[in-house]
């Protein structure tokens, strides 16, 4: 659904969770407290603890929060969509078992 909506992946606190939180709680969502150097690259096979950045990048360029109200409105319709799909066919299996 991230990528559908913003063309890309998000990350760690990062495209999509930030743009759930801001399409559920917009108050709780700072962008005036964002800096350019707060999201920091995941690199594979290194494992740090704590991490380097408070927002994590899986992908190179890729992941950063997006502050778009109707983006971040549309990305919670989409996942609500799906999620909701998702249960719905658990269910319907279960019924079909018996």
Do not use: C
């Amino acid at each position: 659904a991230t990528r559908e909506i913003y063309g890309h992946e998000g990350g760690h606190a990062g495209t999509d969770e930030n743009g759930m939180m801001l399409a559920l709680r917009p108050e709780l969502v700072r962008e005036e407290l964002y800096r350019a150097e707060l999201p920091a690259q995941a690199q594979s096979g290194m494992v740090t603890a704590p991490f380097p950045g408070t927002i994590i990048l899986y992908e190179k360029g890729e992941g950063e929060p997006d502050f778009d109200r109707d983006r971040a409105k549309r990305l919670f319709e989409l996942v609500s969509e799906r999620v909701g799909a998702a249960i719905a066919q658990v269910f319907s299996r279960w019924e079909q078992l018996g």
